[in-house]
C-alpha cells in the first residue's frame, strides 16, 4: 500500500513528491537538534536570562560606594536593534547620618548613562529597601544605547512595615519619575554594565548593600 501523495503531511523539509505537505518551522527562541534517520529530533527552549541572581553576599565599602551589580554584556549582544531588561531587588544598610543623600549611577562601558542624588528625609540608621527595573536597548545601530527605567527606595523612619522593609502606606524615598540616559559605545565588542550606590552625607560611617535579586534577560 502506497501512502497518499495529496495528504497534509507536517515535515521537516518540503519534498517535491509531496503536493500538500506543510514544513515545520521554529521561530525565534527555540533550538533543535536533528539526530539524522531512525534518531531523535529534540526542540528546546533557548533561555533569555542571561544572569539570575538571588541571595546575593553582602557588599561594603569604606569608601560609602557599593556596587550592586558589574557584569560583562558580550559581544554584539546589543547589535543595532537588541535590547535588555535588568531587574534589581535588596536593600541598603546604613549606620547613622546627617544631612544625607543618596546616589545611582548606572554606566556602560566608559559612560554614565544615568547618575543622580536625592536628600533622605530620614538619616536613621537602618534598611531600606530598593527596587529598580531598567531597560537598556540599542537604537538602530551597534553605537547607539538608549536607558530607560525607574527606581524606588525606601525609608527608614516610622511608618514602617509590619514585616519586612517598606511600608505600602508611605511615599517611597525616591519618586517615581522614569528615568531616561544614553550613550555611544560600541556594542561589537564586550562592555561593562554597573549599577551602583552612594551614600553621602556629614557624618557616615559605612554603608552596605545586599542584592536579594538581580535578573538581566534579553528582550
Same mark, same amino acid.
Given at each position: ?12 523539509? &518540503? ?6 505537505? !506543510? ?10 537538534? #536533528?539526530? %539524522?534517520? &531512525?534518531? #531523535? ?6 533561555? !533569555? ?7 546575593? @553576599? ?23 536593534? %537588541? ?32 547618575? #543622580?542624588?536625592? @536628600? ?22 551597534? &553605537?547607539?544605547?538608549?536607558?530607560? %527605567?525607574?527606581?524606588?527606595?525606601? #525609608?527608614?523612619?516610622? @511608618? ?17 519619575? @522614569? ?32 542584592? !536579594?535579586?538581580?535578573?538581566? !534577560?534579553?528582550?
Amino acid at each position: 500500500m502506497t501512502a497518499p501523495t495529496t495528504a497534509q503531511y507536517l515535515v521537516l523539509a &518540503n519534498d517535491g513528491t509531496l503536493s500538500a505537505e !506543510r514544513k515545520l518551522v521554529f521561530g525565534e527562541g527555540f533550538a533543535v537538534n #536533528d539526530g %539524522g534517520g &531512525n534518531s #531523535d529530533y529534540s526542540v528546546s527552549v533557548v533561555s !533569555r536570562v542571561l544572569i539570575r541572581q538571588s541571595g546575593g @553576599p553582602i557588599q561594603s565599602s569604606g569608601t560609602l560606594t557599593t556596587t550592586i551589580i558589574s557584569t560583562i554584556l558580550g559581544a554584539n549582544l546589543l547589535s543595532t536593534n %537588541g535590547a535588555l531588561q535588568l531587574l534589581l531587588g535588596g536593600q541598603i544598610i546604613s549606620v547613622a547620618a546627617s544631612n544625607a543623600s543618596l546616589s545611582i549611577a548606572v554606566i556602560l562601558g566608559a559612560t554614565t548613562m544615568y547618575k #543622580d542624588s536625592i @536628600p533622605l528625609s530620614s538619616a536613621a540608621p537602618g534598611s531600606r529597601a530598593y527596587f529598580m527595573k531598567l531597560m537598556l536597548s540599542a537604537e538602530n545601530a551597534t &553605537n547607539a544605547q538608549v536607558l530607560t %527605567g525607574s527606581c524606588y527606595v525606601s #525609608d527608614t523612619a516610622a @511608618p514602617v512595615a509590619t514585616t519586612g522593609l517598606g511600608h505600602m502606606a508611605s511615599v517611597e524615598q525616591t519618586t517615581t519619575t @522614569p528615568i531616561l540616559g544614553s550613550a555611544t559605545e560600541n556594542s561589537a565588542v564586550s562592555l561593562t554594565l554597573v549599577v551602583w550606590m552612594r551614600m553621602q552625607g556629614a557624618i557616615i560611617a559605612s554603608i552596605s548593600a545586599q542584592n !536579594r535579586l538581580g535578573i538581566l !534577560r534579553k528582550l
